[in-house]
């Protein structure tokens, strides 16, 4: 059973930093690429930042660029993935979603995703 399960939001102060993890098992995740997406509230999901399957080549959207960070552990039956997300600013509000794909390519896009997780809630206040 294929299940990516995030974890670690919250409620932070602006300026304040949050780790989000997702645990993703029942496929050889380890040589998918893996990404994160976020949905504030009545907004569309947006890609925020992509890792390939072995973590030698990552990617961000420009308006987390210097303030977040991916990263994975491949473990041998499930893959850990985080967001270290610090500055965070009262914007940033959002589910955020892990997301894994086949190719590095598709994982930066929506539609590109072969598998999702049911999110994780980060609230940043003023």
């Known amino acids: 059973q294929v299940q990516l399960v995030e974890s670690g939001g919250g409620l932070v102060h602006s300026g304040g930093s949050l780790r989000v993890s997702c645990a993703a098992s029942g496929r050889t995740f380890g040589s998918y690429a893996m990404g994160w997406f976020r949905q504030a509230p009545m907004k569309e999901r947006e890609f925020v930042a992509a890792i390939s399957w072995i973590g030698g080549s990552t990617y961000y959207a420009d308006s987390v660029k210097g303030r977040f960070t991916i990263s994975r552990d491949n473990a041998k039956d499930t893959v850990y993935l985080y967001l270290q997300m610090n500055s965070l600013k009262p914007e940033d509000t959002a589910v955020y979603y892990c997301?894994?794909?086949?190719?590095?390519?598709?994982?930066?896009?929506?539609?590109?995703?072969?598998?999702w997780g049911k999110g994780t809630l980060v609230t940043v206040s003023s």
């Open positions: 997301a894994a794909a086949s190719f590095y390519t598709r994982v930066k896009q929506f539609g590109g995703v072969d598998y």
